[in-house]
């Protein structure tokens, strides 16, 4: 990827006849099937930090980039964890949040050229995530890739990734629910047949993936039942309890597949839960331990349930809005313009909630599929669950027992991995999602070992906004500290040279050395000591890690039952039912 350590005063402005040479040498290289060439032509593009002329340009380069990589993975094979395919998304990612802004006094081709390349990269970034096995993350780039401009290949692609999770459930009424909507897609895709290149029709054409779907699926279904999805009524017990389960519906939040593809009512329910998995019949055993996963796993419903209901609470709650939980003391006006009333109290203990979810299916995910011994229960994190905990000094490499995997929601919980933690030499984390947004983790740190001060949004542009005296005064104190040091080398080297040299100059020449460092030490210590977020961009953070937390959790049942269906089924069972209060 571009070097962002590299200077702007060092950055190459990146003219549309280089653009436009870059794309289709990608092109010819791809379509040949020129790996070495492709390699190359990524290295000299991207040892180099390109200004643009437009954002546009700059978002074109990135797609660019982004395949280049998606490609290099296809057809290297690497393993599942490979670079390649994290720099596609990256690259895809970034393209995104360079896209300018719609400016109603754009001409047309402007803005029909923004639609069509968001739509191309949504579908690219959508594909690449379902590569990674992420099929439920991809799921709103592909809504968005269609919504744009009817993309056919996002079509194509989401019919392929429906009938992918309907295959990975567990349970078959919801299984046939998705194989439905896939063949609404694969209807959708033939409509659209004639916008598609000869090569991305064969999934459609005779024998194809979606062709084959589609006949199997009219022989085994009937229309029908499917529509009953849409005239179910729910009973609410309050209005509350109304704007509560509408608000989870409208933004995919429930532990419900089928709310990644509906919002009806009939998924105003939280039903995924762990699927059977075999035991072997232990005596020494008591109730609650052979429940112990079937518990936990409750557990990890229950406080991720907390959080979202956390956030639906506060979201509405005025900035200003002032509480007796700590109306109890009088409050320093630190001209942060921090807040601290009950909604940013209840964002921080969702936020707090959500983060820790991550570690505890690590804990999970370690104890059921036995990756280390118990005495290594301390170190499990979901950063630890991906490496050997018990090399060191090796640099990171994958668990022994993870890196032949072939279980997709495994290898999505790793990808998620990469969008909370930097992992090993990986770029910053917080290019995955935002470029310009706070990393989740420094947030979390902030917050549990430090300060974190949520602000409001303009009080925040004048706390965090250039000051003309103290930046000129912190100027002159890095200056006169240079001029010191420089004074004081000659003096001391007059002395070992035997040569006269005023003591009296280079004692004071050292007492303000020692101050100047004592408050630039002050000025680093303290503009550090706390890290401030705009409350826009940390109410942002929150709902992706929201998200991330509920497919997280989702992926975990997911992962169990792939493990499960492999497992020898020669012997004797007997079925057993888990007790609900």
């Given at each position: 990827m571009v070097d962002n350590k590299t200077t702007k005063e060092t950055s190459m402005l990146m003219s549309i006849a280089e653009l436009t040479e870059f794309s289709e040498l990608a092109d010819e290289y791809m379509i040949t099937g020129n790996d070495i060439a492709l390699v190359s032509l990524v290295e000299k593009y991207t040892s180099k930090n390109f200004a643009f002329a437009h954002p546009i340009h700059e978002a074109h380069?990135?797609?660019?980039?982004?395949?280049?990589?998606?490609?290099?993975?296809?057809?290297?094979?690497?393993?599942?964890?490979?670079?390649?395919?994290?720099?596609?998304?990256?690259a895809y990612r970034k393209a995104i949040h360079a896209l300018p802004k719609h400016d109603w006094?754009?001409?047309?081709?402007?803005?029909?050229?923004?639609?069509?390349?968001?739509?191309?990269?949504?579908?690219?970034?959508a594909i690449q995530l379902s590569s990674q096995g992420r099929a439920l993350c991809c799921l709103p780039h592909f809504d968005k890739a269609i919504s744009l401009d009817e993309n056919p290949v996002a079509i194509n692609s989401k019919a392929i990734n429906q009938i992918f999770l309907g295959d990975s459930l567990y349970d078959q009424y919801h299984s046939g629910y998705h194989y439905f909507k896939a063949y609404e897609l694969t209807n959708q895709a033939l409509d659209n047949i004639d916008k598609l290149y000869p090569e991305q029709r064969v999934y459609l054409e005779k024998d194809g993936q979606l062709s084959t779907f589609k006949d199997a699926f009219e022989n085994k279904?009937?229309?029908?039942?499917f529509y009953q999805f849409k005239e179910y009524k729910q009973e609410y017990s309050s209005k509350k309890e109304k704007e509560y389960l509408e608000w989870c519906g409208e933004n995919r939040l429930f532990l419900n597949d089928l709310n990644d593809v509906c919002n009806y009512p009939i998924v105003y329910q939280d039903v995924f839960s762990l699927p059977s998995f075999i035991q072997t019949i232990n005596s020494s055993l008591t109730m609650h331990e052979e429940l112990s996963y079937h518990g936990n796993y409750d557990e990890l419903k229950n406080d991720y349930c907390y959080a979202r209901y956390l956030i639906f609470t506060a979201k509405d709650i005025p900035n200003d809005t002032s509480h007796m939980f700590n109306s109890t003391y009088q409050h320093v006006d630190d001209m942060s313009y921090s807040i601290n009333n009950l909604k940013v109290a209840h964002y921080k203990s969702a936020f707090r909630a959500l983060y820790s979810l991550f570690d505890k299916i690590a804990y999970f995910i370690n104890r059921f599929f036995d990756l280390n011994d118990i005495k290594h229960d301390r170190s499990i994190t979901i950063e630890s669950l991906f490496r050997d905990i018990t090399v060191k000094g090796g640099g990171w490499k994958p668990h022994k027992k993870l890196k032949e995997s072939d279980n997709h929601f495994i290898h999505a919980l790793f990808f998620i991995l990469r969008d909370l933690r930097k992992v090993g030499d990986s770029e910053e984390v917080t290019k995955w999602l935002d470029p310009h947004a706070v990393a989740f983790v420094k947030i979390r740190n902030a917050m549990e070992h430090r300060s974190l001060k949520i602000v409001d949004d303009f009080g925040y542009e004048l706390a965090t906004a250039n000051n003309p005296y103290n930046d000129n005064e912190l100027l002159k104190m890095e200056e006169e500290l240079s001029l010191c040091e420089s004074?004081?080398?000659?003096?001391?080297?007059?002395?070992?040279?035997?040569?006269?040299?005023?003591?009296?100059?280079?004692?004071?020449l050292n007492i303000r050395k020692d101050k100047l460092d004592q408050q630039l030490k002050e000025k680093k210590k303290l503009s550090s000591h706390s890290l401030l977020i705009p409350i826009s961009q940390f109410e942002k953070r929150l709902c992706e890690l929201m998200r991330l937390a509920r497919n997280s959790i989702m992926y975990l049942a997911l992962a169990i039952h792939h493990e499960e269906r492999k497992r020898n089924r020669d012997g004797v069972y007997m079925t057993k039912e888990v007790p609900l209060k």
């Open positions: 380069y990135l797609y660019c980039l982004g395949t280049c990589y998606s490609d290099l993975h296809e057809k290297r094979k690497t393993e599942w964890y490979s670079d390649d395919l994290m720099k596609s998304v990256i006094s754009e001409h047309e081709n402007v803005t029909n050229a923004r639609t069509n390349l968001r739509s191309r990269i949504e579908t690219n970034l279904y009937d229309l029908d039942s004074k004081i080398t000659d003096l001391q080297s007059n002395k070992s040279m035997a040569l006269g040299y005023n003591v009296d100059e280079l004692n004071a």
